[in-house]
């Protein structure tokens, strides 16, 4: 991994801007050619619309977990990793949103890092669950995917004319996220020089708005993080965590829940606690999938298509 010390041409800024390419997370040099690729055949007028970037978000594999709801979360993560690469394009890159292993265990990292080597794009890049640091703050996922610019694991970098934005809010949790000053002075910090015509994407595990606070689902200081990104026209929220689907826009930010690779969470409020759900035979795959999403140049918001792994 390169580290400042490797990059003595390169300033504080621009180490900021490409930490994640080099140390932040699981760089795969898999596709080659250009970084959009075009449908064959495709006539000029496809090709004028083609979107500027697609990449894919992936979430909650849990490698390790092993009950009723789902026998073999290994299955279903190849087959996401399956759907991701038959996409009919090569995404930009993908992100995981967190809670790659179930128990942390060098061996379950290990896992995860050799499956998703197997995906068909540049680059990945992944922010942990509070599940990936369950035991040592994080250690182990950051000795597995690197420790991004302040050391716990967050970053940003530009791509396409986006901005885009790793956070991690699950490691001095209570009960709700929290991010913590030093990650807020680094999101201030990073935006400061940006044009308010960029547009945002910010991606973590735990939500960034109050979906459910009496199961966690939330983030203390969101509120402190999101003012710094007021001034954007356009600010995209991902997050991991709830294994579900749902969506929310509060002024110029909308905030997507993905969905998971390994087992279903009840709606919030149905039940004592966020616990595993089993479902009927036949159905599991029905509660699983992956994301794409996509940005052209000239929109203001960003493009979000929902697959089931079924």
Known sequence: MSTENDQPGMSRRQLIRHGAWFGAAVVLAVAGGEVISHVAGARDSDVASTPTLRFAQISDSHIGFNGPANTNVTDTFSH?????????????????????????????????????????????????????????????????????????????????????????????????????????????????????????????????????????????DATQALSYLKRFSSVTCLNGHVHQLFSKTEGNVTFYSGTTTAYPLPAPGQGPAPKPVTLPAGKLHDALGIREVSYTKGQQALALKEQKLS
């Open 80 to 220: 996401a990793i399956d759907q991701i690469n038959n996409l009919g394009y090569t995404p930009d890159f993908v992100i995981h949103t967190g809670d790659l292993t179930h128990l942390a265990t060098p061996a379950q990292f290990d896992q995860v890092k050799q499956m998703m080597g197997g995906l068909h794009t540049p680059h990945v890049f992944t922010v942990p669950g509070e599940h990936d640091s369950t035991d040592d703050a994080g250690q182990k996922y950051r000795q597995a995917f690197g420790a991004g610019i302040g050391g716990d694991g967050w970053y940003s970098f530009d791509v396409a004319g986006v901005h885009v934005i790793g956070l991690v809010n699950t490691l001095n949790l209570q009960k709700l996220g929290h991010l913590g000053t030093d990650q807020l002075d680094f999101i201030q910090k990073d935006v400061a020089s940006l044009s308010s015509d960029t547009p945002i994407v910010v991606f973590s595990h735990i939500p960034l708005f109050a979906m459910y606070p009496d199961w966690g689902w939330g983030t203390d």
